[in-house]
Structures are given as C-alpha cells and as structure tokens.
C-alpha cells in the first residue's frame, strides 16, 4: 500500500508538471516576437504548455504584467532594464544588474543570448553626406532637420530628452510608431529617426547610423527576465539561448521576417533546429488568414458585447436615479465625463497593476468609456419628456413608478438608444488597442502590423472592425423600428 501511495504521488506530480502553463510575454516588435516564440518553442519542447501573451505594450508593460503574475517571464534588454525599471544612474554590469534586480524587484534574468541590440539614431547616406553628419554630436549644426523618433524612445530615461541634454541638441522630433518611421525615412518624409542596431530594416534601405561619439547609450544585450519564484527548470530552459545568438543571426532573422514573409513561429524554429536547441522538425502549424480573422474577430466581439452590456445595465438604473435625484447628476455626469478624457491607451495601461493583462483589464476599460454616452443619453432622454404630458399622467392618476414606465421611458426611448448605439461604435474602435495588453482582438493585427510595416496585416484587422461597427449600426436602426413608434422616430 505504502508503494502505490508513493508511486501515485510520483504520477500525480509528473502529470501535473507537464501540464504546467508557462506564459510567455512579448513586446510590440519585431525581434520581441521572434525572441519570444524562440523562449515559448524552447519550453514546449521540454513538454510544458506555453501560452504566449504576445504585443504588449512597451517596457513598462511587460514589466507591470510581469510583476503583477500576468505572465511568467519575456525577453528584455539589460540597458531597458537598468535604465527603465531600476532608474539607475549607473552602467551596469550584467551581474550587478541581476543582483540589483534580486535585491530590489524580486527579479532575475538570464545569462546573455549573445547580441547586442543597442540604439543608435539612423538617416540616410545621402541625407549624411550633405549635412556632414558622421557623429550624434554633429547633429548641433543640422537644427533644420526633420525628425521623428518612436514613442516610447521619447519618454524612456536612457531615450531623446537626456540624449538631447547630453549633446547639447536643439531638434525637436515629433513621435512616430517604430515600424511606420522606416517608410516615412525611405519616402523622405524624415531625415533623422531612432532604430534598433539589429533591425532588419537598416540593411534594406541602406541607412546610416550616426557614431554615439559620447557613449550616451548603455548596452543592450537581450536576456530573458523572470520573478525569482520561477520554477527553475523553466530558468535553465530560458538559459539554454546563453551566447547563441550574434548580431548578424539577430538582423538575419528580422529581415527574413519583415521581407520574406515567414512568420515568427517559423524564423525561430528554424534557428533552434540549426542550433540543435529542438529536436522536432515540426514547426507549430499557423492557422489560415481566414481562420484567424475569425477567430480573432469573436475575440473582439466578445470584449465588446460583455463590456456594453455591463455599460448598460449599469448606466440605465443610474440614469433614471440621476433623473429622479437630480440634484447629484450634474457631478456624476462630471465625473464620468472625466473618465472619458483619460486617452484610452493611458486607461488600459493604468488597469494592468490592478487587474493584470487579457481581457479583465480591457472589458474594465471598454466598460468605463460606454458609461458616458449611454448615462447623458438616459438622462437628457427622460428630463426632456413635455412637462405637459406628465401632467396629463398626474391628473389620470398615475403613480411616479407608472409615469416612469409608462410615459417617461418610452419618450425617452429614441434618446437612450442612440447613447447605446454611439457607445456600441466607440467601444468597437477602442476594442482595437486592447491588444497592447493582450487581451486579442483585431488590434492584434493592427499592433503587429504597425511593427513589421506590413500594410496587408494592418487592414486584416481595420476592415473587419470597421464592417463590425457598420453592422452594429444597422442592427440597431433595425431595433429602433422594431421598439420606438414612427411618429417618434421622425
């Protein structure tokens, strides 16, 4: 009996460390996809589930999911790492940096994968040869030019504005998504933008990189980073890429995704097996166009129909108290009209140290920003019922309760289904950018997309959001004949 107790409890344990799922994190870039799927092949090779939570947002994203158990570890760099999320005003040296990481996050990294994806301000020869540009520090005689450099790259610490400080500069660049500066360089669009040292990109439209002649930027060698509590077998799988990827590989393998078309599951196979890292020859199968789109278009509608319907079922009741009591409308209307200011990127990034990444955080979001329309709409609906006739349903004897449902409501009618309709559209154009923290959607498309520049990607997820928003608009002018009288509706 003893011998089956314990040989149960070492099947019980096995079964269940295989079915472990490992969430594995990506930033919203090129080779944070490719690293990314390389981290998530790895571990399935080693018979553990992986669930990949791909297109986050930037560093502070992924570093809020990580910290907050939304995912289990992603690739980062170390200058991102010392710069960004320790705020250090020191160069760090890989060890140091673990242990600051330890000391004071509760984190840890892996050893280095072996490239250096540094920063590094990019125009074009011609561009370079005409201005005389050679260093960043030649960039104090170019005060003219044109530039745009990416969003994130504007605010980091290690990024434009202490740049700007350090060399003495007096450009002013407007902001531009990362992906999308490469076009508008090579159309001439701009003369000066930031990139990424490994980027496929440089090598195919031939730019040149401006020498950092004071060392501003720090080193950027890609890692995996992970919480502490890690199981360690997964740490020792993430540390199986120490060293085995070079600069070259790295640029190789963007470019065989940006201009050959394959995908990222694929790129990343293909080096793992010349690395001998897998053994399987069997790539995971990517899902057709048309599948996908579906898929990722029920996804959409879901975030959208859970977060409207709670919009309504809370707004309605609230409205018709708002009308009852209405003395306190006027600052709760303010109030929720303060919610709709906040931008709705700001609003889905401040919902991840709350309520982690996927699709808690965005319906939470998608539900705040229907509250508005739907809440004015109830209101301005009831208040501009004719007095006349609720004086006629006082003399016939009605009750407040009977003039509500039986006068007031229907009138307002017209007015609370417009509010629902107008919060319906918004919500499905807003549904898009809760990609940036994984909760799917069409945006997934649009995010990636954006960063491989691929218009095709970009519209595989515009259009069907828009069709999407077109046929709520007519099924809601379907449902307004169906409910509202047509002497009403004129």
Not at 259 to 269: G, Q, T
Request: overall charge neutral; hydrophobic content about 45%.
């Amino acid at each position: 009996m003893r011998y089956f107790l314990a040989i149960t409890t070492l099947l019980i344990f096995c079964v269940s460390a295989s079915g472990q799922t490992i969430r594995v994190g990506a930033k919203h870039f090129n080779e944070g996809y490719i690293l990314g799927e390389m981290l998530a092949q790895l571990i399935e090779n080693e018979g553990y589930r992986v669930e990949r939570k791909f297109n986050l947002g930037g560093t502070a994203v992924c570093y809020a999911a990580l910290r907050g158990g939304s995912i289990d570890l992603y690739p980062e760099y170390t200058g991102s790492l010392a710069e960004e999320i320790l705020k250090s005003d020191k160069r760090l040296n890989h060890q140091t940096l673990n242990e600051e990481l330890q000391s004071q996050l509760g984190l840890e990294i892996s050893p280095s994968f072996g490239f250096n994806n540094t920063y590094a301000l990019a125009t074009t020869p011609k561009i370079a040869e005409s201005r005389g540009l050679k260093t960043i520090s030649d960039l104090r005689k170019a005060n003219n030019m044109v530039a745009a450099v990416s969003y994130e790259f504007l605010k980091r610490k290690d990024g434009w504005k202490n740049l700007k400080s350090t060399y003495q500069l007096k450009l002013n660049p407007s902001g531009i998504e990362h992906g999308l500066a490469y076009q508008a360089i090579n159309s001439n669009k701009i003369e000066l933008t930031d990139v990424y040292s490994t980027d496929g990109e440089i090598e195919k439209y031939n730019l040149f990189l401006l020498v950092d002649d004071l060392r501003f930027f720090p080193s950027y060698y890609a890692v995996a980073v992970y919480n502490q509590t890690l199981d360690p077998k997964i740490k020792a799988i993430a540390n199986k890429l120490e060293g085995m990827i070079s600069e070259e590989e790295m640029q190789a393998m963007n470019s065989e995704v940006l201009f050959e078309k394959k995908s990222f599951s694929e790129v990343a196979h293909s080096f793992l097996l010349r690395k001998n890292l897998v053994q399987s020859n069997v790539s995971r199968t990517e899902p057709g166009m048309w599948t996908e789109i579906a898929g990722k278009t029920w996804t959409h509608l879901g975030i959208t129909a859970i977060s409207l319907g709670l919009a309504i079922l809370v707004a309605m009741p609230l409205g018709i108290l708002l009308y009852i009591f209405s003395g306190i409308s006027r600052p709760v209307l303010y109030f929720v009209g303060l919610l709709q200011t906040i931008p709705s990127i700001a609003l889905l990034a401040l919902m991840i140290p709350l309520l982690g990444i996927g699709s808690v955080p965005a319906i939470t979001a998608l539900f705040l920003y229907a509250l508005l329309p739907i809440l004015r709409n109830v209101t301005t609906g009831l208040t501009s019922v004719d007095p006349i006739l609720r004086k006629v349903a006082t003399g016939m004897g009605m009750t407040t309760i009977q003039q509500l449902r039986f006068v007031e409501l229907p009138l307002a009618m017209p007015s609370i289904l417009a509010g629902i309709r107008t919060a319906a559209v918004i919500t499905i154009g807003t549904a898009t950018l809760a990609a940036f923290i994984g909760a799917g959607g069409l945006g997934e498309f649009i995010v990636t997309g954006l960063a491989l520049n691929n218009t095709q990607l970009i519209l595989q997820g515009a259009i069907p959001a828009a069709v999407l928003a077109i046929v709520v608009e007519f099924l809601f002018e379907l449902l307004e004949k169906a409910l509202i009288p047509k002497h009403l509706r004129t």
